[in-house]
């Protein structure tokens, strides 16, 4: 069974740009989540999909934005890119489509953003 | 405050030698899962274990086994016999049931070397 995928793998924007990240779940899997990793902030949350609809959503600005497909793919954007945006965007799937503690998420390779 | 603490940024252990990663949690929901990923320097964070705080006997998975201690709210990871494949980061999470929708919330990590 083929992982999660994410494209691109890497990317280079410029500030004021924007960007949109890929990822294809593994399948069968409904539930796709978002991280953002920085050395300074570690792992951080930014939202989970499941049904195309949005259901957890973390503590970022509302220039980071997600969609789901019919099909569990989602993309993630990130709207006026900003410096600090560079980091490594991990994805997520999970099987269990309910929400609560055992809910185990199977990562990507992440795109790396950076943001000159 | 921290959910999740990893007091280890760094460590160096033989090969062959067994190795435990220390993690401490804080929650106040009953109901919540505890997890080992594991980040090469490819990017991809690799699922390892999982705990949930009402399961009775301690996790294992193969040299992976999670030394979990409820009243401390401790969940250490031991690896067995260490490889030199194994040198990573290294990070403890934790899900809370009640407040998923912060997804996972993960500790600072602890970047750990296996020298031959």
């Known amino acids: 069974k083929a992982g999660v995928t994410q494209t691109p793998r890497y990317l280079i924007k410029t500030r004021g740009q924007q960007v949109t990240l890929s990822c294809s779940p593994i399948s069968g899997h409904r539930s796709v989540s978002w991280y953002q990793q920085t050395p300074g902030q570690g792992l951080q949350f930014l939202f989970e999909y499941f049904s195309e609809t949005q259901r957890n959503k973390g503590n970022f600005p509302g220039r980071f934005s997600g969609r789901q497909f019919s099909n569990s793919r989602s993309e993630m954007n990130v709207s006026t890119l900003e410096l600090g945006d560079s980091a490594l965007y991990l994805c997520?799937?999970?099987?269990?489509?309910?929400?609560?503690?055992?809910?185990?998420?199977?990562f990507g390779a992440g795109t790396r953003l950076s943001v000159l | 405050a921290q959910k999740i603490t990893q007091t280890q940024p760094g460590m160096f252990v033989q090969e062959k030698e067994a190795v435990t990663l220390d993690c401490t949690y804080d929650t106040s929901d009953p109901s919540y899962g505890l997890f080992w990923y594991k980040q090469p320097s490819s990017g991809e964070m690799i699922f390892l274990i999982y705990q949930g705080s009402y399961d009775q006997q301690n996790a294992t998975e193969g040299r992976y086994s999670l030394n979990f201690q409820k009243a401390r709210k401790s969940a250490n990871l031991v690896i067995s016999a260490s490889q030199l494949g194994d040198s990573a980061m290294y990070f403890c999470a934790m899900r809370e049931s009640r407040g998923g929708a912060d997804g996972l919330t993960f500790g600072k990590g602890t970047h750990l070397i296996i020298q031959p």
């Open positions: 997520a799937s999970s099987a269990d489509g309910r929400e609560g503690a055992k809910n185990i998420q199977y």
